[in-house]
């Protein structure tokens, strides 16, 4: 058997970003060049290869190791683990996925009703184009056109396709392309009650009403492999451009509307064949739009399920759909729709807005409602540069400039130059990490604009300074160069900017320490400027720089409980702490309890607006940068050392660690509130507005089995009059009486759910607090019902050893279902461990809508020395994809976080080696 596998990249870093596990920067003695934390790969948009490229080797390589004497050789074993709430498509095309099938609408494959589902599609045979092998394959000589699921849906709940190898990816990885679309039918069958069929590589439509539904994934044309999601209902943080229709039974199915063109004579037929289906025209007329009839009899079999049902009761009102798609792909048609049929229009409800765990958690929506921040105050974000077109960014950048001195490595093609665009870190685009641009949304993107994120402050303006290029790596020379130009002190560039920075963000760093670099933080500082770095993501308390310089304030990475994220560094020169982001989902809502912010969608391979979900100190630093900006904005005088003071007062931050200034936080989280309230202090009031700012304890609900919990509602401004308050609930399983309240409304309420004749899942509503002067407070509620479906169902895994020397794969092995593996005659020597899934079976691994790890994790890629047998290899595997989003409805959404790419930060990030571990790169498959 031939089989060809992509591999992960691994970066040859001199430097690592903000973290990495296992590194062995003790041994380092080389000049530093400087990394980006590699937090940034659990994130990717869908179509991120993650950091990953091919290596293809021959049938010869992967038997000869296996032939010979059994005894001549070591065994290396160990057990898969996989990430969480992701199932596998009963059919993919690996014939050791089992005979499941799920093409049958009146036997769907059951899901539960927040999940992630990897999968596989084919209008056509594969004609084992790729295996060169039907042995191998489940779809080598038939087509899996359509893939069933039912499952229990609630209203207003999101479902969204990433059809992985659509034709316009231009993929170089996949031998396969297609063109996926997705529907929406009652249980019982009928047309489509929602529909998605763009001709792109996103589908996505919301669900109508509480309900059973059958989803059908439905090849239009081509091969590919796909990720579908099913969101929870409360995703608003993200803006919903859909290409959806929605039907609610209100098309005429074997209809259609036509306008031809003016130049068709399709119009002076009188019937046409299209997809198979007879079209006959009511009327030739050119000049406006004709209704067509499409004889469904003379080209859709009745075709039976296997309890002899009639599956056309599914496919008439689907054939309907698509045979109009494959009209507006005609030369000669202006356009074709559906032929609707029209109700009378209903009054929309807005849904409450659900704040994410990272800001609620430090108070920003209280902040915010003291100050908004001041175009005045300038973050300098020094990173891989930001992507400057990004629509959530507009107007909320200063001029920046890029200090990458090394035309090898800055992508750009030239040395420094006066344009901080990221071009993108990678060769591939679609593996670039973005980086600069993710943390720049954190601190500063646009707010209230009814799209994309918030950034902490609405009004705060970012400076792109651009340090990093190629594999994400950079020099100290260039960090000091842009450190002194956001000071606006001499530097290269021979020039200033026309305000200096208040504020430098660096989420990067490396375990050295460069004294020209202590010396130009020590100027910036002595310029005003306010300095804040990441920790690092390594584990361990090892000094990291530039977080670790004198005047410089680290930021480790709390986890949603307020437990140290366990990535994160600590020690003794931790100065505060912010929320990181981690892959788990802490709070019940069937999502990882990631960080997210802006990104870079390149899904058609140019660079759109996108966004996507990180994790690392890195997404820490720029939340404790926008409240500092936030202080400014009230306190333009403040500076580091009122800052430092403040900080190890405890005056900004609560305290969740050990009492008083400890390893793990420092001075503790920081507080956006108190940090403004402590800001308007010291500018002896200002002119900030006494508002009351109110607060829940919890500030969030979490319902597991009982139905009844209790909140207090409290005015937290001192300064400010309560307000009386009323009360409002978004569903109606969701009510709230006050138990102990006063005059006002303040004091403790009992929330009630009612699960009666709620279907099972996840729930999520939101309990609206309105004061009759001030803001409101929302408090999310979240509870499930019945048991979930266990989602512990995996596509076949396979695990390679790769030679460390010659990045030769010199053994394989198939994984056993219960994750245990173990490679067998393996020759001594050193190796690093991958595994990952091949459901298209074209012969790679890790590619895009596959799973992918690498022991310990892929960035790492520890060698493992093979001198006897090599027991407990454990690693993770996770699928490839990535949330990310367009104004041109390019959404690929995955809530699961990949182990793959610049950083899987749990266990930790992309190592630092020493000059002698030349790890080979290997490159994309060609």
């Given at each position: 058997m031939n089989r060809h596998y992509l591999i992960c990249i691994t970066l040859s870093l001199i430097l690592t970003g903000c973290g990495s596990s296992d590194s062995n920067e003790d041994d380092e003695t080389m000049t530093p060049d400087v990394s980006i934390d590699n937090e940034c790969d659990s994130r990717k948009t869908s179509s991120t290869v993650a950091g990953l490229a091919a290596t293809l080797l021959s049938t010869a390589i992967l038997t000869g190791c296996s032939d010979g004497d059994s005894g001549s050789g070591h065994t290396v074993s160990g057990t898969l683990f996989t990430a969480g709430q992701t199932v596998i498509d009963y059919d993919i095309n690996d014939i050791y996925s089992g005979s499941l099938t799920n093409d049958d609408p009146f036997n769907g494959q059951p899901l539960p009703n927040v999940v992630t589902v990897q999968g596989f599609a084919s209008n056509t045979p594969t004609n084992a184009v790729a295996a060169g092998d039907a042995e191998f394959e489940r779809f080598a000589n038939v087509a899996d056109e359509s893939d069933y699921f039912a499952v229990s849906l609630q209203g207003g709940q999101r479902v969204v396709l990433n059809v992985v190898d659509y034709y316009g990816n231009n993929n170089p990885d996949s031998a396969y392309a297609g063109d996926l679309d997705m529907y929406l039918y009652p249980n019982s069958g009928g047309d489509p009650i929602r529909s998605s069929q763009s001709e792109t590589n996103r589908e996505e439509f919301s669900v109508p009403t509480d309900g059973d539904y059958i989803l059908e994934v439905f090849a239009y044309s081509g091969i590919s492999k796909y990720v579908l999601q099913i969101l929870p209902t409360s995703n608003s943080i993200l803006p919903v451009t859909s290409n959806a229709r929605t039907h609610r039974q209100s098309f005429k199915s074997g209809e259609a509307i036509v306008q031809w063109k003016d130049s068709a004579d399709t119009a002076a037929t009188s019937a046409l064949s299209v997809r198979g289906h007879r079209v006959e025209a009511?009327?030739?007329?050119?000049?406006?739009?004709?209704?067509?009839?499409?004889?469904?009899?003379?080209?859709?079999?009745?075709?039976?399920?296997?309890?002899?049902?009639?599956?056309?009761?599914?496919?008439?009102?689907?054939?309907?759909?698509?045979?109009?798609?494959?009209?507006?792909?005609?030369?000669?048609?202006?356009?074709?729709?559906?032929?609707?049929?029209?109700?009378?229009?209903?009054?929309?409800?807005?849904?409450?807005?659900?704040?994410?765990f990272n800001y609620t958690d430090i108070r920003l929506p209280q902040a915010w409602d003291l100050t908004t921040g001041s175009s005045s105050v300038i973050v300098a974000v020094i990173d891989s540069g930001v992507f400057l077109n990004h629509d959530d960014l507009a107007g909320k950048l200063v001029s920046g400039y890029d200090f990458i001195s090394d035309p090898s490595v800055s992508r750009d093609g030239?040395?420094?130059?006066?344009?901080?665009?990221?071009?993108?870190?990678?060769?591939?685009?679609?593996?670039?990490?973005?980086h600069g641009t993710h943390v720049t949304g954190t601190v500063a993107a646009a707010t209230n604009n009814q799209k994309g994120v918030a950034g902490a402050g609405w009004n705060t303006r970012v400076m792109p300074l651009r340090v990093l290029g190629l594999n994400g790596e950079g020099s100290t020379y260039d960090v000091l160069q842009a450190v002194r130009y956001a000071a606006r002190l001499s530097n290269d560039s021979g020039t200033l900017p026309s305000s200096r920075a208040d504020i430098i963000n660096l989420?990067?760093?490396?375990?050295?320490?460069?004294?020209?670099?202590?010396?130009?933080?020590?100027?910036?500082?002595?310029?005003?400027?306010?300095?804040?770095?990441?920790?690092?993501?390594?584990?361990?308390?090892?000094?990291?720089?530039?977080?670790?310089?004198?005047?410089?304030?680290?930021?480790?990475?709390?986890?949603?409980?307020?437990?140290?994220?366990?990535?994160?560094?600590?020690?003794?020169?931790?100065?505060?702490?912010?929320?990181?982001?981690?892959?788990?989902?802490?709070?019940?809502?069937?999502?990882?309890?990631?960080?997210?912010?802006?990104?870079?969608?390149?899904?058609?391979?140019?660079?759109?607006?996108?966004?996507?979900?990180?994790?690392?100190?890195?997404?820490?630093?720029?939340h404790v940068a926008g409240v500092l900006a936030l202080m400014k904005a009230v306190d333009p005088t403040l500076t580091p050392a009122e800052v430092d003071s403040l900080l190890s007062s405890g005056s900004i931050t609560d305290d969740i660690g050990a009492a008083g200034r400890d390893d793990q936080f420092g001075h503790g989280l920081i507080n956006a509130l108190k940090a403004v309230q402590e800001a308007n202090n010291l500018a002896g009031g200002g002119s900030v507005p006494q508002v009351p700012v109110l607060e829940s304890d919890p500030d969030k609900l979490q319902f597991d089995s009982g139905s009844s919990l209790t909140l207090t509602l409290d005015n937290v401004n001192s300064e400010a009059a309560d307000p009386a308050i009323a009360t409002d609930v978004s569903e109606d399983w969701l009510s709230i009486s006050p138990s102990n309240v006063d005059s006002n409304g303040f004091g403790e309420y009992r929330v009630t759910i009612d699960r009666t004749d709620l279907v099972d899942g996840i729930y999520e509503g939101l309990i609206r607090f309105t004061p009759d002067t001030g803001n409101s407070l929302d408090v999310t509620v979240t509870m499930r019902v019945g048991d979930i479906v266990a989602i512990t169902d995996s596509a076949p895994q396979y695990v390679l050893l790769e030679d460390s020397e010659t990045a030769e794969i010199v053994a394989e092995t198939l994984v056993n279902p219960d994750g245990s593996y173990a490679v067998t005659d393996v020759p001594a020597g050193s190796y690093r461990i991958i595994a990952g899934s091949d459901i298209d079976v074209d012969l790679?691994?890790?590619?895009?809508?596959?799973?992918?790890?690498?022991?310990?994790?892929?960035?790492?890629?520890?060698?493992?020395?093979?001198?006897?047998?090599?027991?407990?290899?454990?690693?993770?595997?996770?699928?490839?994809?990535?949330?990310?989003?367009?104004?041109?409805?390019?959404?690929?959404?995955?809530?699961?976080?990949?182990?793959?790419?610049?950083?899987?930060?749990?266990?930790?990030?992309?190592?630092?080696?020493?000059?002698?571990?030349?790890?080979?790169?290997?490159?994309?498959?060609?």
């Open positions: 009511t009327s030739t007329a050119k000049d406006r739009p004709v209704k067509l009839k499409l004889d469904r009899a003379a080209s859709v079999q009745r075709l039976s399920a296997s309890n002899g049902q009639d599956l056309s009761v599914f496919t008439a009102g689907r054939d309907t759909l698509t045979t109009i798609k494959a009209l507006n792909q005609r030369d000669d048609v202006e356009y074709a729709e559906p032929n609707y049929i029209r109700y009378a229009t209903a009054t929309p409800n807005d849904s409450l807005y659900r704040s994410p030239d040395g420094i130059d006066s344009n901080p665009d990221d071009p993108g870190d990678k060769t591939q685009l679609s593996a670039s990490s973005w989420s990067l760093g490396s375990s050295f320490r460069s004294s020209a670099e202590q010396d130009a933080f020590t100027a910036a500082r002595n310029a005003g400027v306010i300095i804040v770095a990441a920790a690092g993501n390594s584990s361990t308390n090892e000094l990291f720089y530039p977080a670790s310089y004198d005047g410089v304030i680290s930021v480790s990475a709390a986890a949603p409980d307020r437990t140290l994220a366990d990535y994160s560094n600590f020690g003794t020169r931790i100065d505060v702490s912010a929320h990181g982001g981690v892959r788990s989902d802490f709070d019940g809502d069937g999502q990882s309890d990631s960080i997210l912010s802006t990104f870079v969608d390149t899904t058609d391979g140019t660079r759109k607006s996108g966004y996507a979900l990180l994790n690392g100190t890195s997404m820490a630093t720029p790679f691994i890790c590619q895009n809508g596959e799973t992918c790890g690498g022991y310990p994790d892929s960035v790492t890629e520890e060698v493992v020395e093979v001198d006897g047998d090599v027991t407990d290899i454990d690693f993770v595997v996770s699928l490839i994809s990535g949330i990310d989003v367009s104004d041109d409805g390019g959404l690929g959404i995955l809530r699961a976080n990949p182990s793959t790419g610049h950083e899987e930060p749990e266990p930790a990030d992309s190592s630092t080696k020493d000059e002698s571990d030349n790890k080979p790169v290997r490159s994309v498959s060609r």
